[in-house]
C-alpha cells in the first residue's frame, strides 16, 4: 500500500509539465549521444552538470538520468546499421545485430531491441522501486566500520571484474585514491599536495577531471580514427517482430533483465559488462550456438535488455548507500551533491520528491522511448551522416564551456585538459579510467569511514570484524582478494615450473 | 604493449616512491591514530610495488619470447591530437583576456579548418553559426557566468 502511495507521489511529479518536459529532453540527447559515436554519456553528462546546477534538484536528475537510459537505446542503432557501436555498451550488438541488417531484418533488430531495452528498463526500475526503500532502511544501521567493509569490498568487486589486467586496474585505482587525498584534510586540516594552489586546496574538482577523462580523451582518439559510415539500410521496414522472432527472444529478455539487473548493481558492473555477459550466457544456452554471428536475434535482444536493465539498477547503491557503481552514477551523484542531497539512506526521508522523480521518471522515461525511438530511426540514420570533422568541434566547444562554467575558473579548464590529455594516454596503455574515477570518489568515504572507526574503538583493529555486516563484507572482501591473488600466482608458478 | 608497459609501469613506480617520500613530510601518525600522511603513504607503497610488479613481468615476458624489451610499438602521439590540446590550451589561457566570443569564434575557426580540414568559408560560418548558437544558449537563456572581453561579448 505504501509502495502505491509512493508512486502515486512520484506520478504527481513527474507529470507536470516542465518535468515531462525535462524527461524527453534527457532521452532525446540521451539517444542522440546514443546514436553517435565519439559520445558517450558519461562525457555527456558531465558537459551538462554546470547547466543542470542551475535547475531545481527534481528537474536536474529527471534530465541526467534520462541522458544515461537513453543512451542505451540509441546506442543499438548505430551498431545495427553501421556496425559501429554507439557507446560501449552496444559493442556486442554490433556482432549479430549487423548480420541481421545484412540479411534484410534491420527492422527487425532495431525493433527487438527497442522492445527488449524497453523490458529491460522497465522490470529494472521496478526492481529499483522495490528494493530501494528495504535497503535504504537496512543502510540506516551502518555506521563507520561498516561502511569501511563496504567500500573496500567495493573496490575488490570493481578490480575482480574489470575487463583487462586486474594489477593495471588495481595500479589506476591507486591513482584515483592518491587524486582523492589531494587537498585539504578534513579531520585535521593540513595541506596534502596542494603545492600552494588555491584550487587544489578544495581538491581537485571532479567534474572537470571526468570531462578530461572521458569526454576530451574520446575526442583525441576519435581523430585519429577514420569512421567509415556507411550506412547498412536507409530504409528501414518492419519493425515489428514477428512471433517466430518473439518466441526465440522471449527467454533471452528474461535472463538478460535478471543478469543485467544484478551486474547492475556491483561497483564497476556496468551496463557494458552486463551486455557481454548476457551474449556470453546465450550463447552457452542456445541450442544453436553457431547460429551466433551470422544473424541471431538472440544475440540481440539478451545484450539490449541486460544493458537497459544495468542502467536501472545502477541507482540502486547510488540512492541507497550513497555508492555509484559506474562513473555516470558518479556525476549524477555530484549533481545531488551540488544541489545540497546527499545521496545514502536518508535521501529517501529528507528529499522522497526527488528520489521517487528519478525513479518515477524511468517509467515514463523508458514509454517515451519506446513510442519515440521507433519513429524517430529515419531521423538517426540521418544524423549518422553528419562527418565527424563537424562534430567534434562542438563537442570539444561544450566540454569547454561546461568546465569554466563549474566554478567560472579558467583552472578547471586547465584541469580538465590535463585529465583529456591523461585519459588519453591511459586509454592508449590500456589502462581503464572507470577504476581511477571509482576510486577517487570512494576514497574521502573510506578514509573518513576508517579514521572514524578508529577514533570510536580507540585504535582498535577488530571494530571492522565485530559488527556483524562489516564482517559479512570483510569476509566477501577477503575471499575476493584470495580469488584475484591466486591465479596470479598460479600462472606464476606454471611459467617457472612450480615448486 | 609490452614497450608501453614497461614505460607506464615505471612512470607510476617513480611517482608512487614520490608520494611515499611526500607524504613523510605530512603527519603520518600510527595505525591506531592515523594523521593526513598515512593514506598516502600506504597508496605510495602500494603503488610502488604494483608498478614493480607490472615491470618485473613485461620485462621477463619481453625476454623470454626473445623480443627486445622497447621494441617498436604503435604511434603514441598523432598531429592532430597534439594540436587540438593547445588549441584547448590557448582557449583557457586567453578566455579570461579576450572574452568568450571572441575565443570561441577562433579556436572554432581554428578547429574546423585546420583539424576538422573544411574550407576556409565553411570553417568561417560554422564558427559564426556555433559562437552565436553557444552565446544564446549559455548566456542568454541559461545564465552562465562567462567572462566578457574588451569588446563587452
Same mark, same amino acid.
Given at each position: ?5 509512493n ?10 509539465p ?39 534538484a ?26 559501429i557501436?554507439?557507446?560501449s555498451?552496444s ?12 540479411q ?8 527487438m531491441?527497442?522492445?527488449?531495452s ?12 522495490l ?6 532502511e ?16 567495493g573496490?575488490?568487486?570493481l578490480?575482480?571484474i ?11 585505482a591507486?591513482?584515483?585514491v592518491?587524486? %582523492? #587525498? !589531494?587537498?585539504?584534510d &578534513?579531520? *585535521?586540516?593540513?595541506? @596534502?599536495?596542494? /603545492?600552494?594552489s588555491m584550487?587544489?586546496m ?9 570531462m578530461?577523462?572521458?569526454?576530451? %580523451? #574520446? !575526442?583525441?582518439?576519435? &581523430?585519429? *580514427?577514420?569512421?567509415? @559510415?556507411?550506412v /547498412? ?27 543485467g539487473f ?7 558492473g ?22 551466433f554471428?551470422k ?5 540481440v ?29 558518479a556525476?549524477?551523484?555530484a549533481a ?8 545514502g ?54 566540454c ?36 581511477l ?18 577514533a ?38 606454471s ?5 | ?10 612512470v ?13 613530510r ?23 610495488i604494483i ?12 625476454i ?7 621494441g ?10 597534439v594540436?587540438t ?8 589561457i ?35 553559426l556555433?559562437?552565436?548558437?553557444a ?16 569588446l563587452?561579448?
Open positions: 500500500m505504501e509502495m502505491l502511495h508512486m502515486a507521489y512520484g506520478f504527481s511529479i513527474v507529470l507536470e516542465t518535468r515531462l518536459l525535462m524527461c524527453l529532453l534527457g532521452v532525446l540527447i540521451g539517444t542522440l549521444i546514443g546514436v553517435l559515436p565519439g559520445i558517450g554519456p558519461s562525457a555527456t553528462v558531465a558537459i551538462l552538470l554546470p547547466v543542470s546546477i542551475s535547475m531545481g527534481a528537474d536536474a536528475m529527471i534530465l541526467l538520468a534520462g541522458i544515461y537510459y537513453g543512451s542505451m537505446y540509441g546506442g543499438s542503432t548505430t551498431s545495427i546499421l553501421v556496425n557501436p554507439g557507446e555498451a559493442v556486442v550488438t554490433c556482432i549479430d545485430g549487423y548480420q541481421m541488417a545484412r534484410g531484418r534491420a527492422g527487425v533488430a532495431l525493433g531491441s527497442a522492445f527488449g524497453f523490458i529491460g528498463g522497465t522490470v529494472g526500475v521496478l526492481g529499483l522501486m528494493l530501494a526503500p528495504p535497503l535504504s537496512f543502510a540506516l544501521r551502518f555506521g563507520p566500520p561498516e561502511y569501511f567493509a563496504m567500500v573496500l569490498c573496490f575488490c568487486i578490480i575482480s574489470g575487463s583487462g589486467s586486474k594489477l593495471k586496474a588495481l595500479l589506476i591507486l591513482v584515483g592518491f587524486l %582523492s #587525498e !589531494v587537498g585539504t &578534513l579531520v *585535521t586540516g593540513q595541506q @596534502r599536495f596542494t /603545492f600552494g584550487t587544489l578544495d581538491g581537485i574538482p571532479l567534474v572537470p577531471m571526468v578530461g577523462l572521458f569526454g576530451i %580523451s #574520446e !575526442v583525441l582518439l576519435n &581523430l585519429e *580514427t577514420k569512421f567509415d @559510415r556507411i /547498412f539500410s536507409s530504409t528501414i521496414k518492419n519493425l515489428l517482430p514477428n512471433l517466430e522472432d518473439w518466441k526465440a527472444s522471449l527467454s533471452p529478455i528474461a535472463r538478460g533483465t535478471m543478469l544484478f551486474l547492475g548493481l556491483l561497483p564497476g556496468s551496463a557494458t559488462l552486463a551486455s557481454f555477459a548476457s551474449y556470453a550466457l546465450e550463447k552457452r544456452v542456445s541450442r544453436h550456438p553457431e547460429k554471428g544473424g541471431a536475434i538472440e544475440g535482444a539478451g545484450p539490449e535488455t541486460a544493458n537497459n536493465a544495468a542502467t536501472s539498477s545502477a541507482f540502486i547503491p547510488m540512492l541507497t548507500l550513497g555508492i555509484p557503481a559506474n562513473p555516470v552514477m556525476l549524477i551523484m545531488l551533491l551540488s544541489h545540497g542531497l546527499q545521496p539512506p536518508l535521501l529517501m526521508v529528507k528529499s522522497p520528491d526527488v528520489f521517487w522523480a528519478i525513479i518515477i521518471s524511468m517509467y515514463v522515461g523508458n514509454i517515451m522511448l519506446v513510442i519515440l525511438n521507433v519513429p524517430l530511426i529515419g531521423i538517426w540514420v540521418k544524423l549518422l551522416k553528419v562527418p565527424y570533422d563537424v562534430l567534434f568541434p562542438l563537442i570539444l566547444l561544450f569547454l564551456i561546461g568546465a569554466y562554467s563549474t566554478s567560472s575558473n579558467a583552472e578547471d579548464v586547465i584541469i580538465m585538459i590535463i585529465f583529456g590529455v591523461v585519459g588519453y594516454l591511459m586509454r592508449k596503455f590500456e589502462y581503464e579510467p572507470v577504476s574515477v571509482f576510486a577517487f570518489i570512494l576514497t574521502p568515504l573510506l578514509e573518513r569511514a576508517f579514521r572514524q572507526s578508529l570510536m574503538s580507540d585504535g582498535g583493529f577488530t571494530i571492522f570484524l565485530r559488527p556483524p555486516i562489516a564482517l559479512a563484507f570483510m569476509i566477501v572482501a577477503f575471499i575476493l582478494i584470495v580469488l584475484l591473488i591466486f591465479p596470479l600466482m598460479r600462472s606464476r608458478l611459467r617457472t615450473g612450480g615448486l | 604493449m609490452r614497450r608501453y608497459d614497461l614505460i607506464s609501469s615505471l607510476f613506480l617513480v611517482l608512487g616512491l614520490v608520494i611515499a617520500v611526500s607524504s613523510l605530512i603527519n603520518v601518525g600510527t595505525f591506531r591514530d592515523p594523521g593526513s600522511g598515512l593514506f598516502p603513504l600506504i597508496t605510495g607503497i602500494l603503488m610502488s608498478a614493480g610488479g607490472i615491470f618485473i613481468k613485461s620485462f621477463l615476458q619481453s623470454s619470447k626473445g623480443r627486445e624489451p622497447l617498436k610499438d604503435k604511434r603514441l602521439w598523432h598531429n592532430k591530437s594540436a590540446v593547445v588549441i584547448m590550451l590557448l582557449y583557457a586567453t578566455i579570461e583576456w579576450l572574452g568568450f566570443l571572441t575565443v570561441t569564434l577562433l579556436i572554432l575557426f581554428v578547429l574546423f579548418k585546420a583539424i576538422g580540414g573544411l574550407s576556409a568559408r565553411a570553417s568561417l560560418g560554422g564558427a559564426v556555433t559562437a552565436a548558437v552565446y544564446l544558449v549559455f548566456k542568454v537563456w541559461l545564465n552562465v557566468q562567462l567572462p566578457v572581453g574588451p563587452g561579448l
